[in-house]
């Protein structure tokens, strides 16, 4: 570990070795640079010190001028001593092997001894701490006090008051990190008990992390209690695709099928954290209407057919429609799935009506700050979207700014959001006012644009996302307000909100010249001048005239993961592999390329979307086919220099792809 230049360091000796540390870095911290360990349970690296568990007792001293060095008299917690010049540490020392000892056999006095029954037993730091640092046997022979077990906090997390040991590490993460204070410490002494307010549900959109930064087995996941042991566990790191954040996971499965997920470090991503949408909103790879093999429509029924059969079917179906085909595809596909997708429409059947986006007005985003560098910007305009609900981890990047850093967050939104608790000023518009309002601020007349003016002042920037296009005005609105950031010198974000939607605006899975929107092909397919249509992983009956163009095209291919109500419309149904079924990269809403290697096997007969789109254009059009995803991620970069990164091996964090905008790949390209 590296000592930061910028800072001034100061020199500790620990167990006897001189280093160099920042001034004021935690004891427990400085250890860490020598490859030691301090044994912790209330201390967590993101989150301010307490000093509650006292497991990190260290003794201390300091050296004398004369060279002695003069011992404190009683240990000190090494998670809140900060280093200073000529501290000495010692953590190996008889003392401190003693005070440990003691410790865990007053934490163990009235802890349950289930560990066979925990979910938390293989990878309990308690357990760990315990065989490591513990006593072999208990002085304590009385009754063990017994509350109530398995108590649901939410729908996701469960509660087991036997198991807390007090530590406050789930209080502090909604104090400090969510920003939600939906726990809180209750009672005193033995009694004391994290609890919610009024005992009402734990209503957090990060509730699952508590979960994962418990010491011990109290806050277990509803998902997963019963289900597995660790050690049963195979672990792939992953990307979550659950929205455009991209975050780090680990992805857990067992026996072929998905188990659970848990937050992975990307300091440039998610730093360790998920929000539940992610952590629990997986379940479909276990779905019971999980698409397996293909199907092939006769007369009114569905018929299983082999994938020989259902391609030949959609070459008949498309050859019979000419050019009058199109393509619509959801925002769950990798890079190399779009990629030929596009390809198949656009230089294979000549058709340039293929698009990736379902908001009711339609347009393109653009991204000038990374999700991590939002924490240095000295002030932020929230526009009309939600960012918790959105953009889970950019707000709670936003809401460190504004804690940590003092970041000035003006909110202009139609509804109360989470950002409103950390906001210097928050606005409440009307849903229909969102155009007027941005017009408002760009003029400079009104108060509101007065405060926003010196939101942005210096090294501000405006974050929003694409849903802002479903409000009446909404898309003028943003035009109107990415010319404000240029002329105050802010960096102007409007986040896509689709797993992938970055990376298909990027590969141009966008109308070509003379091509039809999504809600143009939708229209040509009611009247009659779109033939076929193909769905990769979409539902067009969720929206507006949805169920009548399905109804009308002559031709329709559904591809996708499970069944929807698109389904029934189709005359062929593909089943595609899910994103940890298949290696391929995405890229997030800050244009970071990620590439994710294949974690479990797709069921049944199921495909990468690469691989169909290849084998379906070898039909259309011999060529040498592509045979693995790597081998797309080059023909990619040949055609768009920005994706060059992903044409060779990806650093474990992935790589931010310049912005300079390339030959239109809208167009003819890819």
């Avoid at 932020?380 to 918790?388: Q, Y």
């Avoid at 229909?432 to 939101?455: H, M, T, W, Y």
């Avoid at 940890?580 to 797709?602: F, H, K, P, S, V």
Wanted: negative net charge; charged residues 25%.
């Amino acid at each position: 570990m590296a000592v930061d230049e910028g800072h001034r360091t100061v020199s500790v000796t620990i167990n006897g070795i001189e280093i160099e540390v920042p001034q004021g870095e935690l004891i427990v911290e400085s250890v860490k640079r020598l490859g030691l360990e301090i044994p912790v349970f209330c201390y967590h690296p993101r989150m301010k010190p307490v000093g509650m568990c006292r497991m990190c007792l260290v003794e201390i001293g300091f050296k004398q001028p004369d060279g002695s060095v003069r011992m404190m008299p009683k240990p000190q917690a090494g998670c809140t001593l900060p280093a200073s010049e000529g501290m000495v540490v010692l953590t190996d020392s008889e003392s401190v092997h003693r005070d440990r000892k003691g410790v865990l056999e007053f934490l163990l006095v009235n802890h349950p001894l289930d560990c066979p029954v925990c979910d938390r037993g293989g990878e309990c730091p308690l357990q760990n701490n315990t065989l490591a640092y513990g006593p072999s046997t208990s002085r304590f022979i009385d009754l063990k006090r017994h509350l109530p077990k398995a108590y649901p906090l939410s729908q996701y997390v469960m509660l087991d008051l036997e198991r807390c040991i007090q530590c406050g590490r789930c209080v502090r993460f909604t104090e400090e990190i969510s920003g939600e204070h939906e726990l809180a410490f209750r009672f005193r002494g033995a009694s004391m008990q994290p609890s919610t307010f009024q005992l009402l549900d734990f209503e957090s959109k990060f509730s699952g992390n508590v979960i994962e930064i418990c010491p011990v087995g109290a806050l277990t996941s509803a998902q997963y209690r019963f289900r597995a042991r660790p050690w049963d566990l195979q672990t792939t790191p992953a990307v979550c695709t659950a929205c455009s954040n991209g975050c780090n996971v680990w992805f857990d499965h067992r026996a072929g099928r998905f188990v659970r997920i848990n937050g992975r470090i990307n300091e440039g991503v998610n730093e360790e954290w998920t929000c539940d949408k992610g952590k629990f909103g997986h379940d479909y790879y276990n779905s019971t209407d999980r698409l397996r093999t293909p199907l092939v429509r006769k007369g009114d029924q569905f018929v299983e057919a082999t994938w020989a059969e259902a391609y030949e079917e959609i070459v008949k179906g498309l050859e019979s429609a000419g050019k009058d085909v199109a393509g619509l595809c959801g925002t769950r596909i990798a890079n190399e799935g779009l990629f030929l997708f596009n390809r198949l429409f656009k230089q294979v059947l000549g058709s340039r009506s293929v698009d990736h986006r379902w908001t009711r007005t339609l347009g393109t985003s653009r991204v000038q700050t990374p999700i991590a560098g939002i924490e240095g910007k000295k002030g932020v305009l929230v526009f009309g979207s939600n960012p918790a609900e959105d953009l889970p981890i950019v707000f709670l990047r936003l809401r460190k700014a504004a804690t940590r850093n003092g970041t000035q967050v003006t909110v202009v939104t139609p509804d109360v959001t989470e950002a409103d608790a950390f906001a210097t000023v928050a606005s409440r518009i009307g849903q229909g006012d969102v155009l007027k309002v941005a017009q408002e601020i760009v003029d400079g007349q009104s108060e509101l644009a007065r405060k926003v003016a010196d939101c942005l002042k210096e090294d501000g920037a405006i974050v929003t996302s694409d849903r802002v296009r479903n409000l009446p005005g909404g898309g003028e609105a943003l035009r109107l307000l990415e010319d404000l950031a240029a002329r105050c010198g802010a960096e102007f974000n409007c986040y896509p909100t689709g797993p992938n939607a970055m990376g298909a605006e990027l590969l141009g899975v966008l109308p070509g010249d003379g091509g039809l929107d999504t809600w143009g092909i939708l229209q040509g397919c009611c009247s009659g001048t779109i033939k076929a249509l193909w769905l990769l992983d979409c539902d067009p009956t969720t929206v507006e005239g949805g169920d009548q163009a399905l109804e009308s095209a002559e031709f329709l291919v559904y591809q996708g993961v499970t069944r929807s109500e698109a389904t029934a419309f189709a005359n062929v149904v593909l089943p595609m592999a899910a994103p940890a079924e298949q290696d391929g990269t995405w890229t997030n809403c800050e244009r970071r390329l990620q590439r994710m290697t294949q974690a479990i096997a797709a069921p049944g007969d199921s495909k990468p979307a690469w691989r169909i789109f290849s084998e379906v254009i070898l039909r259309l059009q011999p060529s040498t086919p592509f045979f693995n995803p790597r081998e797309i991620m080059k023909a990619i970069a040949d055609a768009d220099p920005r994706f060059l990164p992903g044409a060779s091996d990806l650093p474990e964090e992935g790589a931010i792809l310049s912005a300079t905008t390339q030959a239109a790949m809208a167009g003819d390209g890819a």
